[in-house]
């Protein structure tokens, strides 16, 4: 059974998302990030949503209503922001990765080339 703190692969993709937007973290930029990150495989709203829910949940992100805007028809947005528990999940994440990449690298060459 996987640790509750450890992260699956979209996970990362919406946390680096959060993480790299900064303050303009909301639903449709961070769809917008994870759609960049994830080499243009459809992605949908709602499993953006759920993942953020799940990531909430974790307690590796926090989320608050911003102020309602005329351009969004009186409506608030639902803004995102990496907490330190996201931040070492995902730094974790990062390093296992560049070990994996070193490990194959001799096997496979610089993956980078290929899909990069």
Known sequence: MPRSDS??????????????????????????KVHELASSKAVTLGAIYVALDRLEGKGFVSSWLSEPTA???????????????????????LATARRMAVSVTPLWGDPDKEFG
């Open 7 to 32: 992260l699956g692969q979209f996970e990362q993709l919406v946390l680096t998302s959060v993480a790299t937007l900064g303050d303009n973290a909301y639903g449709i930029t961070i769809h917008k």
């Open 71 to 93: 351009a969004r028809g009186g409506r608030a947005k639902r803004c995102y922001r990496l907490e330190v528990p996201g931040e070492r999940a995902l730094k974790e994440s």
